[in-house]
């Protein structure tokens, strides 16, 4: 087995960004972009969790006891992030390791971080090895050592072991290949008015709402949504008091309202987390009443 060292951790951190493009998170990462590895942090930040990720973020974030994460990363400096850019798109072949440690977090890459990744002892493509060799059996009343068959039933045991770990495997691999088809390239998505819906790649560049072909992110396909409210909708979680809206101020002044954080789907400008000012300026009491809209 290779020793395992930085540039081990480099080079495998790079074939899975290969191998899937992101996963889970393709829609930002295939083609990165500074903004796009922002948009990808920002999804991610409350939502993927290791033991080590929260050190990772701190260390590359800079982040201040007490203040709003989201805004942090929201104000954080674009350039920070072009080294990350150059990595995924083997324009460098190295980065520092606080670069390299946030990649490995957007792209789910495990065992991580480095430290972790030297304390495994299987290589992440999930190599092992079977000691074949025959049990030792110790006469005592001889006091010395002698060698024998082992007996039938540990053949049967050791049988079964292999059979099993042969299923086992085979259906990883179906399930990797399920999850590749999944996630092909092939299949795109669209923004439809109020939500992203799928649709075919061979439309590219636009899809017949007029908007931009791009590929397919489950997470915004679910989630994101541009919805209407009222002094009746739930802007904040109860318990953590974090935002559950976004929103965007047109060039007209008026304000449209999202479910996730992300990129505006018409003009890629960021949106932002919902405010107490927002609501009490803009937000109508009631839904489809003008008359009901708040005085400025």
């Known amino acids: 087995m290779e020793p395992k060292t930085i540039e081990s951790y480099k080079r495998e951190i790079l074939e899975k960004y290969r191998k899937d493009k992101g996963g889970e998170m393709r829609g930002y990462l295939a083609n990165p972009t500074r903004r796009q590895i922002r948009e990808a942090c920002l999804w991610l930040l409350d939502k993927r969790r290791l033991k080590y990720d929260e050190q990772t973020l701190n260390r590359f974030f800079q982040f201040e006891e007490g203040k709003n994460r989201v805004l942090h990363v929201q104000q954080f400096k674009a350039d920070k992030f072009l080294p990350i850019v150059k990595f995924l798109k083997e324009k ?15 792209i789910d890459f495990r065992p991580r971080p480095y430290v ?18 025959e049990p030792e059996i110790v006469d005592e ?15 049967i045991v050791a049988i079964g072991f292999v059979l099993v770990t042969i299923t086992l495997t085979t259906l990883v691999l179906k399930n990797q290949s399920s ?6 390239p092939n299949q795109c998505m669209a923004w439809a008015d109020t939500l992203y819906v799928e649709v075919s790649c061979a439309t590219k560049p636009y899809s017949k709402y007029g908007t931009s072909v791009e590929p397919l992110d489950k997470m915004k396909l679910e989630n994101f949504k541009k919805v209407e409210v009222d002094m009746a909708t739930q802007f904040f979680a109860e ?6 809206i976004w929103y965007y101020k047109n060039k007209n002044g008026e304000i449209e309202y999202y479910t996730a ?19 009490q300026t803009y937000v109508p009491v009631h839904r489809y009443k003008k008359e009901s809209f708040m005085q400025q």
Not at 117 to 133: A, P, Q, R, V
Not at 142 to 155: C, E, G, Q, S
Not at 239 to 244: C, I, M
Request: no cysteine; hydrophobic share 25%; net charge neutral.
């Open 92 to 106: 460098t072949g190295d980065t520092g390791t606080e670069n390299l440690e946030l990649i490995a977090w957007l």
């Open 116 to 133: 972790e990744y030297l304390k495994s002892n299987n290589s992440t493509s999930g190599e092992f090895s079977i000691d074949n060799s």
């Open 141 to 155: 009343t001889a006091n010395t050592k002698t060698v024998t068959n082992p007996p039938p039933w540990k053949l």
């Open 179 to 184: 999850n590749s088809q999944t996630l092909s």
């Open 239 to 244: 318990k953590t008091n974090k935002p559950l």
């Open 261 to 279: 954080p992300g990129l505006h789907p018409i003009n890629g400008e960021t949106l932002r987390k919902i405010t107490p000012y927002i609501i």
